[in-house]
């Protein structure tokens, strides 16, 4: 450009060098005023094309440099707001001993609760609206006291990338926006490789999916059908550490893990701090396809290692379940689990009687006991290609005893009723309205309305 204005301005003053004016007076020839402001204006006008060159370029540099962004960043968020019968919470106290009076002469009768402090979710994550005066679940993250809300359950970002044509990274971090301290989380980050294309073997290390049942694959907003977990995926749906391979062999898939403790959701699970590192716990998932449908996938799966909470090797936690899930029969689907296990917890073998009060000393005071058995089955029907009414029943049956702090006596059942509603492919939103009722208490009011809405960029 530069040299183009010169090359004009030789024409220019050559030209009227060689007039018959200029040459009869024999003076040097005056260039115009308009024609010196023209060119100060091009020259100014170069430079500044040239500037935006100069930005266009290293725009365009930094466009190809994230050009991979989009195929392996996705993000999400998730609004819902919720309502809870009574003040928010599932748990009430038996302090008379009305409901249960084998703990009127212990310590830990003092702070005996019915009901089932997760009962009252109002999100994908499982969090309660209250978790009131509970000894075992302090984290009350929502502290409602009953009223209704609106909420922002998570913001999430997940990545997935392949490094190299066998090794891969997948990762979420989701931030929870809270009335008290905000929350971060990285539910799961892990490596994958895949050591051969002739077999469909995948191993995973770092924090993990779990392998025990099938709920966990759909645990996260974007994926779920309805909006709150099962009473059950405490127990299924932690991201332990450690090494997973899932094999796929024809109808048959195979999964096993050997994990830094147990599956159970960290996020109720306090003290996993002290989760013993002498041994690892051993999991494993057996699932078979039938022809039925898309699919009828039957399994069994099963977990054993040192308890949490505590530095015994001899102290254990077994699990064991059965799930099935059958895929779009007739625009049907359904899920349906069954579990079972325990913490076998650790008492201390001094004085079991204190001879001041006369009371029995409490159980598992060195280490806590639990046992549970529960079942869910979720059945989904696609009406169109946006609108997908279910329903849920849910039973939990669980004692948690932990020394003079607490006992629990959960037997509670739950039916969900919800729409699903997917807007695009990218939008969805869910409502869905759940009964609680106690089995072995009186009724109380907690049932719950809640609603999300989600959008994911993938």
Same mark, same amino acid.
């Given at each position: 450009?530069?040299?183009?204005? /010169?090359? =004009?301005? #030789?024409?220019?003053v050559?030209v009227?060098?060689?007039?018959?004016?200029v *040459?009869a007076?024999?003076?040097?020839?005056?260039i115009?005023?308009?024609?010196?402001?023209?060119?100060?204006?091009?020259e /100014?006008a170069?430079?500044k094309i %040239?500037?935006? %060159?100069?930005?266009?370029?290293?725009?365009r540099d930094?466009?190809a440099?994230?050009?991979?962004?989009?195929?392996?960043?996705?993000?999400?968020l998730?609004?819902?707001a919720f309502?809870?019968?009574?003040?928010?919470s599932g748990?009430?106290?038996?302090s008379?001993?009305l409901?249960?009076?084998?703990?009127?002469n212990?310590? !830990?009768g003092q702070?005996?609760f019915?009901g089932?402090?997760l009962s009252?979710?109002?999100?994908?994550l499982?969090?309660?609206?209250?978790?009131?005066?509970?000894r075992?679940?302090?984290d009350?993250?929502i502290?409602?006291h009953g009223?209704?809300?609106?909420?922002v359950n998570?913001? &999430?970002l997940?990545?997935s990338?392949?490094?190299?044509?066998?090794? /891969?990274?997948?990762? =979420?971090?989701?931030?929870?926006?809270?009335?008290g301290?905000?929350r971060?989380?990285?539910?799961?980050?892990?490596?994958?490789?895949?050591?051969s294309?002739?077999?469909?073997?995948?191993?995973?290390?770092g924090?993990i999916d779990?392998?025990?049942?099938?709920?966990y694959?759909?645990?996260?907003?974007?994926?779920?059908?309805?909006v709150?977990? !099962?009473l059950l995926?405490?127990y299924?749906?932690?991201?332990?550490? &450690?090494?997973?391979?899932?094999?796929v062999?024809?109808?048959a898939?195979?999964?096993?893990?050997?994990t830094?403790g147990?599956?159970?959701?960290?996020?109720f699970?306090?003290?996993?701090?002290?989760?013993?590192?002498?041994l690892?716990?051993l999991?494993?998932?057996?699932?078979?396809?039938?022809?039925?449908? *898309?699919?009828l996938?039957?399994?069994?799966s099963?977990?054993?290692?040192?308890?949490?909470?505590?530095?015994?090797?001899?102290v254990?936690q077994?699990?064991?379940?059965?799930?099935?899930?059958l895929k779009?029969?007739?625009?049907?689907d359904?899920?349906?689990?069954?579990v079972q296990g325990?913490?076998r917890?650790r008492?201390?073998p001094e004085?079991?009687?204190?001879? #001041?009060a006369?009371?029995?000393r409490a159980?598992c005071?060195?280490?806590r006991? =639990?046992?549970?058995?529960?079942?869910?089955?979720?059945? &989904?029907?696609?009406?169109t290609s946006?609108?997908t009414?279910?329903a849920?029943i849910?039973?939990r049956d669980?004692?948690l005893?932990?020394?003079?702090?607490?006992?629990?006596e959960?037997?509670t059942?739950?039916t969900t009723?919800g729409l699903?509603l997917e807007?695009?492919?990218?939008?969805?939103?869910k409502?869905?309205y759940?009964?609680?009722?106690?089995?072995?208490?009186p009724a109380?009011p907690?049932?719950v309305?809640?609603?999300?809405?989600v959008?994911?960029t993938?």
């Open positions: 450009m530069r040299g183009l204005i /010169a090359n =004009l301005v #030789v024409v220019v050559g009227v060098m060689c007039s018959p004016t *040459r007076q024999g003076a040097s020839p005056a115009p005023d308009n024609l010196t402001e023209r060119l100060e204006e091009l /100014a170069t430079r %040239e500037r935006l %060159e100069r930005d266009v370029a290293r725009a930094r466009v440099a994230l050009s991979w962004l989009p195929r392996y960043l996705t993000a999400f998730d609004v819902g309502a809870v019968g009574g003040d928010g748990i009430r106290s038996d008379l001993h409901h249960y009076p084998r703990y009127k212990t310590v !830990s702070w005996v019915m089932d402090p009252t979710a109002i999100n994908s499982g969090e309660p609206a209250d978790t009131a005066h509970s075992a679940d302090t009350d993250t502290h409602s009223r209704p809300s609106l909420i998570a913001v &999430g997940a990545i990338k392949a490094v190299t044509e066998r090794v /891969a990274i997948t990762a =979420l971090a989701e931030w929870s926006p809270r009335p301290p905000d971060f989380d990285v539910p799961f980050a892990h490596i994958d490789y895949r050591p294309d002739e077999i469909d073997l995948v191993i995973s290390v924090k779990s392998v025990l049942g099938v709920e694959r759909t645990q996260d907003a974007p994926r779920r059908l309805g709150t977990p !099962s995926c405490r299924t749906c932690g991201r332990p550490l &450690g090494i997973e391979a899932r094999l062999q024809g109808p898939t195979l999964g096993l893990a050997i830094q147990d599956s159970f959701d960290e996020r699970s306090p003290d996993d701090q002290l989760a013993s590192s002498k690892p716990s999991s494993a998932h057996l699932q078979w396809q039938l022809p039925v449908g *898309r699919g996938e039957i399994g069994v099963a977990m054993i290692g040192p308890q949490d909470g505590q530095p015994s090797r001899s254990h077994w699990h064991y379940g059965f799930d099935a899930t779009d029969l007739d625009r049907w359904v899920i349906a689990e069954v325990r913490l917890g008492t201390s004085l079991v009687q204190d001879p #001041v006369g009371l029995e159980r005071d060195l280490a006991c =639990l046992s549970y058995q529960g079942a869910y089955l979720l059945v &989904g029907r696609r009406i946006w609108f009414p279910y849920r849910d039973w669980a004692v005893e932990n020394g003079i702090d607490f006992v629990y959960s037997h059942l739950r009723v699903h807007m695009t492919s990218r939008i969805v939103g409502i869905e759940t009964w609680n009722r106690e089995l072995d208490a109380f907690h049932d309305i809640t609603s999300s809405i959008v994911s993938d």
